[in-house]
Nanobody, 126 residues
Framework: QVQLVESGGGLVQAGASLRLSCAGS????????AGWFRQAPGKEREFVAA????????YYADSVKGRFTISRDNAKNTVYLQMNSLKPEDTAVYYC???????????????????WGQGTQVTVSS
């Protein structure tokens, strides 16, 4: 059973940076593709970024491209989301998710991921 635990969220001012971590437990996630999603109050959960098992392929939502970077350290069983130049509209609960295959066409879909973390709150003040 794959278990995911997010950390690193917090309250920051616009323009600041945060790095989120997603640690796998119970089973290694080094062979899994992973994604980050976010959900703001009253809105649907939306795709942010995805990465394949090796880190060689990544995919980003247009809204974060150039500001956010997804990466992973398989030795630490952890996936990261580096968030720079944060904006108030980035405020949301951020979720990590995992699936066995990296398939560009389905990576943005929440339905493609069987494994989810509990989320970490990111709040960006103006």
């Amino acid at each position: 059973q794959v278990q995911l635990v997010e950390s690193g969220g917090g309250l920051v001012q616009a323009g600041a940076s945060l790095r989120l971590s997603c640690a796998g437990s119970g089973r290694t996630i080094s062979s899994y593709a992973a994604g980050w999603f976010r959900q703001a109050p009253g809105k649907e959960r939306e795709f942010v970024a995805a990465i394949n098992w090796s880190g060689g392929n990544t995919y980003y939502a247009d809204s974060v491209k150039g500001r956010f970077t997804i990466s992973r350290d398989n030795a630490k069983n952890t996936v990261y989301l580096q968030m720079n130049s944060l904006k108030p509209e980035d405020t949301a609960v951020y979720y990590c998710a995992a699936r066995t295959q990296f398939t560009i066409g389905v990576m943005p879909s929440t339905y493609a991921y069987p494994y989810w973390g509990q989320g970490t709150q990111v709040t960006v003040s103006s």
